[in-house]
């Protein structure tokens, strides 16, 4: 059977999740936000797969390195993955994509992938919000080798585009069947809130879950974000839950990445300084219990939100993640990580998420793919 025909899909099928799986290390699950997927709490972020020739990241792994940590990840319980036609000009969508036909059974895993907005070339040539998301979301279905998604997420706010047609896009995905869900990322909660009340009033499928940059070093999600979705019950699963890695290394401890994701130098140098005294902190308690600083950082995230999206670019990384499920932190040491943070200026994404920005010239494209 090829792994991509459609299988109708039964909410009351045995789903094959591992409870036990190598190693000792059992991921745990949770429901994502008001939908009946069941997603492993650490989410797989896999922004660092794809060639890193045909894309915005220098570091990102190639295809057998991904293979290996997406299978890892399969065998200690993770179901859920993020990925991004963004990401290495779909490449990282392509590999994922091989890499589950080979080891997951469709129906066993949870895939999550985001459409960008609008090009000024489509814009000129008077493509519609609802024809870009139905070419994006074409593309992405045959990156992947899939019928469908899971969970289909609106990238980053398209300025350019009204908010009905990608609120009407996306629900001709879900009704065709080629997307179950659709999320959000990148966004302010009034985006959000303006979005879901559209999709309310004309009967469209609303955003169940949203992608925010959330972690110990960045927590300006607090704000209005983290409560509006305890509200309206949407899930929260933040990205760059390990700060790109910052929270994950003792301080003095480098790697190909953290010299070269100039991307999350120019999110994270700025508060560079104001940031020290929470690592040193992650790597204190991290130390005094004999763990790992990303069981620390995810320990103190899986706490606030339903599944954090952690990157690997090493098999041991997703261990290190999976095991975190397991440490509670105690309301001390909770209380110690929080104490130094100061409010951060908004950047990355959202300090790019304002009309005038839209009409500059932005990092992320499909690459050297064509739409
Ligand atoms: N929606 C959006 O706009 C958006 C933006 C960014 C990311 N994302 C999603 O979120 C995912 C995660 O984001 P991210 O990659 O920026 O951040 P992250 O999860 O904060 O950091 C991942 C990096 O941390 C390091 N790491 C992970 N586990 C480690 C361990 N056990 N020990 C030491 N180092 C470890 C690795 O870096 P080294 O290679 O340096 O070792 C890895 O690449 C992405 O893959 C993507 O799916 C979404």
Redesign the pocket.
Same mark, same amino acid.
């Given at each position: 059977m090829r792994f991509h025909k459609k299988q109708a899909f039964d909410p009351g099928a045995p789903r094959r999740y591992n409870t036990d799986s190598k190693g000792g290390i059992a991921v745990k699950y949770t429901k994502l936000g008001a939908t009946d997927l069941t997603v492993s709490r650490i989410?797989? #972020?896999? !922004? #660092?797969?794809g060639d890193a020739k045909r894309g915005q990241h220098t570091?990102t792994v190639d295809e057998e390195t991904t293979r290996a940590i997406v299978r890892r990840g399969l065998e200690l319980g993770i179901n859920f993955f993020?990925?991004?036609i963004a990401?290495q000009s779909g490449t990282s969508e392509q590999y994922l994509g091989r890499a589950l036909r080979d080891f997951a059974r469709r129906e066993d895993v949870v895939v999550a992938t985001?459409f960008l907005p609008r090009t000024n070339e489509e814009i000129a040539d008077g493509v519609s919000g609802q024809e870009h998301i139905r070419r994006m979301i074409d593309r992405s279905l045959a990156n992947l080798g899939m019928d469908y998604v899971d969970l289909y997420?609106y990238?980053?706010w398209d300025w350019q585009t009204p908010l009905e047609d990608i609120m009407e896009g996306l629900n001709e995905v879900v009704k065709a069947g080629k997307a179950r869900y659709i999320g959000i990322?990148?966004c302010f909660a009034w985006q959000l809130c303006r979005a879901n009340d559209i999709a309310d009033r004309e009967g469209f499928a609303k955003f169940v879950s949203v992608? +925010?940059?959330y972690?110990l070093i960045f927590r300006e999600e607090e704000r209005e974000m983290a409560p509006f979705c305890r509200l309206e019950h949407i899930a929260m699963t933040?990205?760059?839950? $390990?700060?790109?890695?910052? $929270?994950?290394?003792h301080p003095g401890?480098?790697?190909?990445? $953290?010299r070269e994701?100039s991307y999350?130098r120019f999110k994270y140098d700025g508060t560079a300084e104001a940031d020290a005294p929470i690592i040193a902190r992650t790597a204190e308690i991290a130390d005094r219990r004999g763990v790992? !600083?990303?069981e620390v950082a995810l320990a103190w995230l899986l706490g606030r939100v339903t599944a954090?999206?952690? +990157?690997?670019?090493?098999v041991?990384?997703?261990? #290190?993640?999976a095991k975190a499920a397991d440490l509670v932190l105690t309301a001390e040491e909770t209380a110690w990580l929080d104490e130094p943070y100061v409010p951060h200026p908004l950047e #990355?994404?959202m300090a790019q998420n304002t009309p005038d920005a839209a009409r500059a010239a932005h990092v992320w494209s499909t690459g050297s793919q064509t739409i």
């Open positions: 989410c797989m #972020g896999c !922004m #660092g797969f570091w993020d990925t991004a990401y985001k997420i990238h980053m990322s990148n992608q +925010g940059h972690n933040p990205y760059s839950a $390990l700060a790109g890695g910052r $929270l994950a290394k401890e480098t790697s190909k990445r $953290l994701d999350a790992s !600083m990303t954090p999206i952690v +990157g690997a670019t090493k041991s990384h997703v261990e #290190g993640a #990355g994404v």
